[in-house]
């Protein structure tokens, strides 16, 4: 069965606070993408990676990083975090080689800043 | 630039109505386009890509790059049915989505 694991489901963080989001796929993925969810926008793509230490930006990524140390880990890092980072944050993965390839997701992490 | 537009936030019909949820898109190449749902509790999942030209869960989208359009219907809604469905875009070789707004369904019994 396909997997892709969030850290947290919920999260409650501070303003300035650092954040660290985890997502881990165990379907040996290329390919891992991290999105945040708001009603009204739909899906915009902060960051994906298509390799180990690779990383190119999404269409958002102001005020986030990311981290990719292993194949099948990839971790959001919200420098200091802000209420405007306060969404509902997707991660997932696909094979590499075209997005033919279904995006597996996790199950989210609701994020609240205050 | 790439960009999907679902026009509808909110799509409200009765069990056993046709549906269609709308979607348009903004590509100067050939793009692929799917339609992934949110089930209420669950996560974003594929429903139908349009290469894969099937139905699924009586489900079916044609591509019409005349009108640059990738409309979802089904012609008997089910209450199943309800939940979040969005269209996502992706150019020639990309690794890749775009994503719509999202379309909320609401199946009435």
């Known amino acids: 069965d396909v997997k892709v694991t969030q850290s947290s489901r919920y999260l409650v963080k501070r303003t300035g606070e650092k954040v660290f989001l985890e997502c881990v796929q165990d379907?040996?993925?290329?390919?891992m993408f991290w999105y945040r969810q708001d009603p009204g926008l739909g899906l915009r793509l902060i960051y994906f990676?298509?390799?180990?230490?690779?990383?190119e930006k999404g269409d958002i990524p102001e005020g986030y990083s990311v981290s990719r140390e292993k194949k099948e880990r990839f971790s959001l890092i919200l420098e200091s975090a802000s209420t405007n980072q306060t969404s509902m944050y997707l991660c997932?993965?696909?094979?590499?080689?075209?997005?033919?390839?279904?995006?597996?997701f996790g199950p989210g992490t609701r994020l609240t800043v205050t | 630039a790439q960009r999907v537009t679902q026009p509808e936030k909110l799509l409200s019909v009765f069990k056993g109505a046709p549906v269609e949820l709308k979607c348009n898109y903004s590509?100067?190449?050939?793009?692929?386009l799917f339609w992934y749902v949110q089930y209420s509790r669950q996560r974003l999942q594929l429903l139908l890509r349009?290469?894969s030209r099937e139905s699924i869960k009586g489900f079916t989208a044609d591509l019409n790059k005349g009108e640059t359009s990738f409309h979802l219907k089904k012609p008997f809604a089910q209450e199943e049915d309800s939940a979040m469905y969005y269209c996502?875009?992706?150019?020639?070789?990309?690794?890749?989505?775009?994503f719509g707004q999202g379309t909320r369904l609401t199946i009435n019994p």
């Open positions: 590509y100067s190449g050939s793009p692929e």
């Open positions: 996502a875009l992706s150019g020639q070789g990309a690794q890749k989505l775009v």
């Open positions: 997932a993965s696909s094979l590499w080689g075209g997005s033919s390839y279904e995006q597996y």
């Open positions: 349009h290469i």
């Open positions: 379907m040996d993925h290329e390919n």
């Open positions: 990676s298509y390799d180990v230490k690779m990383k």
